[in-house]
């Protein structure tokens, strides 16, 4: 067979080792042939392509970002998008695709799954918001980051006797924040799924002043206010329909300044999360969908996504998925707010 590859939307540690799997044991176990498409979506759209075989997949497993580049292309936002992918495959002899993406790249494979394309998704996010698989690679890897900035403030924070805030990703879901914060020992979390009291996460500032230490407070950059709304960076939209966040971490120093009196500073983690090596966790789980991938595109069972559930990789219907959003359950946030204060 002939397979194309692609990764789309934000970049996640671990998309390299999901390609190296593919191929190596694409070509090694059943013989087949691969096409790499560049950029996401953009990739068959435009016919922008790179050799991908053993060689140009060699040294790739620890790297960071994904040597085929990504992009938030939606190729049902472009004229005769969908005509001119299944042209391009015809033409470049491509048998099926393995998209490897989160919500917005698994929503378009699952719609061209239904047109006829034939199509094995692989779930990547850094956010592990995606439905149907326990975790996503990636995001043992941001968690890592996130969790290694928080020790690194508990010191400065102390020195200076001030409550620093970490911003961390998460539009709708609130997984980072959440684990992050309980492994950084965080004086309390703000996730997307819970809307939060000021003036409570005042008194948690203060107690824990008050007991010695100074407060690290751990918030989802889509965590919103009660009496407010989520604060986005401008108004463009994307491709998707996603709006820039992040902003949400310097509104609440001023009112953590304003409300107690006590000096408050945000760091920002941004694309820090996304980027460089992933941990062996990510290695072996990206490694493990990509083996799992290419043997269901061997067996010919197309629409379907590689998931893990609990320590077992399973194939489940590519729309389930994208489904509905995979977000933390209250009570899982529930277990976390003992720690708070
Ligand atoms: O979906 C992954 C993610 O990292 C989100 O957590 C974040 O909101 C978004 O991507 C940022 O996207 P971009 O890099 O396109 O600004």
Redesign the pocket.
């Known amino acids: 067979m002939r397979i194309g590859v692609l990764t789309g939307?934000?970049?996640?540690p671990g998309l390299n080792a999901v390609i190296r799997a593919v191929v190596r044991k694409g070509v090694k176990e059943y013989g087949h042939e691969f096409v790499g498409f560049r950029d996401g979506w953009k990739g068959p759209l435009e016919n922008y392509t790179m050799e991908l075989n053993l060689e140009t997949t060699r040294g790739i497993l620890p790297r960071g970002g994904t040597i085929l580049g990504s992009s938030?292309t939606n190729p049902f936002k472009i004229e005769n998008g969908v005509e001119r992918i299944k042209q391009n495959l015809t033409d470049q002899g491509i048998d099926a695709l393995i998209a490897i993406g989160?919500?917005d790249t698994l929503g378009v494979a699952t719609k061209l799954d239904a047109l006829g394309v034939k199509v094995i998704g692989v779930p990547k996010?850094?956010?592990n918001?995606l439905n149907n698989t326990d975790y996503t690679f990636g995001f043992d890897t941001?968690v890592n980051i996130a969790v290694e900035a928080i020790d690194r403030l508990h010191t400065t924070a102390e020195s200076h006797h001030r409550a620093l805030i970490v911003e961390v990703?998460?539009?709708h879901a609130g997984w980072?924040a959440l684990h992050s914060g309980i492994a950084g020992g965080a004086a309390c979390i703000l996730i997307p799924e819970v809307k939060f009291s000021v003036d409570k996460v005042c008194e948690w500032v203060e107690s824990r002043f008050k007991s010695g230490y100074a407060p690290i407070i751990v918030i989802a950059?889509?965590a919103i206010p009660q009496d407010g709304d989520m604060i986005t960076k401008d108004s463009e939209l994307?491709a998707f329909g996603?709006v820039?966040?992040s902003g949400i971490g310097e509104w609440l120093a001023k009112q953590i300044e304003e409300k107690t009196g006590k000096e408050a500073r945000t760091s920002v983690l941004g694309?820090i999360?996304?980027g460089g090596t992933p941990s062996a966790f990510d290695r072996v789980l990206a490694t493990r969908f990509g083996l799992q991938a290419i043997t269901a595109a061997s067996e010919g069972d197309w629409g379907k996504m590689v998931a893990l559930h609990g320590t077992d990789i399973v194939r489940v219907p590519l729309a389930s998925a994208t489904e509905k959003l995979k977000t933390v359950p209250i009570e899982r946030y529930k277990e976390s707010e003992i720690f708070f204060g």
């Open positions: 939307g934000g970049d996640c938030r989160g919500e996010t850094i956010d918001d941001s990703m998460g539009r980072i950059e889509g994307d996603h820039k966040l694309h999360q996304r």
